[in-house]
């Protein structure tokens, strides 16, 4: 019997799909692994039951997008979580989420948690001003709780952020019949111990769905950063308008005389934490030749 469901978790070569109110456990059929294709968490699925709660994954629908790291699919925004109290998120770690969501056509929220004990003033004004939905929340006050599931209803949302930020505690704070597991936070070094080791579908009460996954360092990926090569500037949302009034062709908008986008940074329509990630990405990207952002195309 074949049916359509969508796989929640995989873990150790098993797929874990649910379809018609069960959560089926599945493998997959070899012809993935002979065509390199994987099964992803988010993947809507065709499934073969065998009987006894188990079954065979047939086939992958068409996806609306995929990240390598953490491996998931048809994801509809990426939630962001940074805070500014312990410990605090360095934004560049945010841009550079934020630019290959972009390139992922995924819609980013950002997320401020411990409110409660730090405003994140900061941290808003630069994601706000660029143009991102930008909340406050506290996992441990609930402010922000109820506008989070406005935020996320509906919608198939990844949750992200450097460890110890609160992932696993909004989720809680969104759902406390989860239970999942807490990190602590060490106060000498301001890191979260990691608490997610793998990516795993919910289901919320509010009539959405949440990927939770590892953190930051999940994103880095060659694979991305070819693409990034070519693409950077349109990943910066708030510099798409500027891209084409440029003085020069081929603008890096790094240093040139008549560049659009440092026109509007002097002018303050762009925040210099924003352009000081993108100078820093284009930095790091550099190294990478015209020849292997081509071969990464292909």
């Not at 959560?23 to 968490?41: E, H």
């Not at 411990?114 to 004004?125: F, G, H």
Request: proline share 3%.
């Amino acid at each position: 019997m074949m049916t359509e469901g969508r796989i929640q978790k995989a873990l150790s070569g098993f797929y874990y799909v649910e379809t018609n109110g069960q959560i089926l456990t599945c493998r997959a059929r070899g012809k993935f692994r002979k065509d390199g294709i994987s099964p992803l968490v988010g993947d809507l699925v065709e499934v073969r039951e065998l009987g006894g709660g188990e079954g065979f994954v047939e086939r992958i629908c068409n996806r609306k997008n995929t990240f390598a790291r953490p491996a998931v699919a048809n994801i509809d925004q990426l939630v962001v979580i940074a805070s500014a109290a312990i410990p605090r998120t360095d934004p560049y770690l945010i841009d550079r989420v934020a630019a290959i969501a972009a390139l992922k056509e995924c819609r980013v929220v950002v997320l401020l948690n411990k409110c409660d004990l730090d405003r994140a003033d900061e941290l808003y004004e630069i994601y706000h001003a660029a143009g991102f939905p930008t909340l406050r929340v506290s996992a441990e006050t609930g402010e922000g709780i109820e506008d989070l599931k406005d935020l996320i209803a509906g919608k198939l949302s990844a949750f992200t952020g450097n460890s110890g930020v609160g992932k696993s505690s909004i989720l809680n704070a969104l759902d406390p019949t989860f239970r999942i597991q807490v990190g602590e936070v060490s106060q000498a070094l301001g890191r979260g111990r990691h608490t997610t080791r793998h990516v795993e579908l919910y289901k919320l009460s509010c009539g959405a769905a949440v990927v939770d996954s590892p953190g930051f360092s999940s994103f880095e990926t060659d694979e991305l950063n070819l693409e990034l090569k070519s693409r950077l500037p349109e990943t910066f949302l708030e510099f798409v308008s500027y891209l084409d009034k440029c003085q020069f062709v081929g603008c890096s908008h790094t240093k040139e005389k008549g560049c659009a986008v440092l026109e509007a940074l002097r002018q303050g329509k762009i925040q210099e934490s924003r352009h000081r990630s993108y100078l820093r990405l284009y930095e790091e990207l550099k190294p990478i030749q015209d020849w292997q952002v081509q071969k990464g195309k292909k």
